[in-house]
Nanobody, 119 residues
Framework: QVQLVESGGGLVQAGGSLRLSCAAS????????MGWYRQAPGKQRELVAA???????NYADSVKGRFTISRDNAKNTGYLQMNSLKPEDTAVYYC?????????????WGQGTQVTVSS
């Protein structure tokens, strides 16, 4: 069993910044990719950013140049630094990670954290 716990969401004015964290714990042998997704009301969940175990990253076009994904492998924690936030960034942000356990591979989601950007 693996748990992913997000933190760092909140209410911020347009142009502001937030840093989300995703801490993984449990039966973890290794973590492959970590990703951040978001879902706004009435919309489908979409990929925001992802990072591989080797540090390769990819971003949604809508956040390129504003968001930065990173990870601390020693802490089993991923981060999403969000700068120059816009009202359209308002959504519930979810962390996703996959990896290997002692016996089986795993793929889990966090519970989500709300990000609200006011205009």
């Amino acid at each position: 069993q693996v748990q992913l716990v997000e933190s760092g969401g909140g209410l911020v004015q347009a142009g502001g910044s937030l840093r989300l964290s995703c801490a993984a714990s449990g039966s973890i042998f290794s973590i492959n990719a970590m990703g951040w997704y978001r879902q706004a009301p009435g919309k489908q969940r979409e990929l925001v950013a992802a990072i591989t175990s080797g540090g390769s990253t990819n971003y949604a076009d809508s956040v390129k140049g504003r968001f930065t994904i990173s990870r601390d492998n020693a802490k089993n924690t991923g981060y999403l630094q969000m700068n120059s936030l816009k009202p359209e960034d308002t959504a519930v942000y979810y962390c996703n990670a996959d990896g290997l356990g002692p016996v089986l591979p795993w793929d889990y989601w966090g519970q989500g954290t709300q990000v609200t950007v006011s205009s």
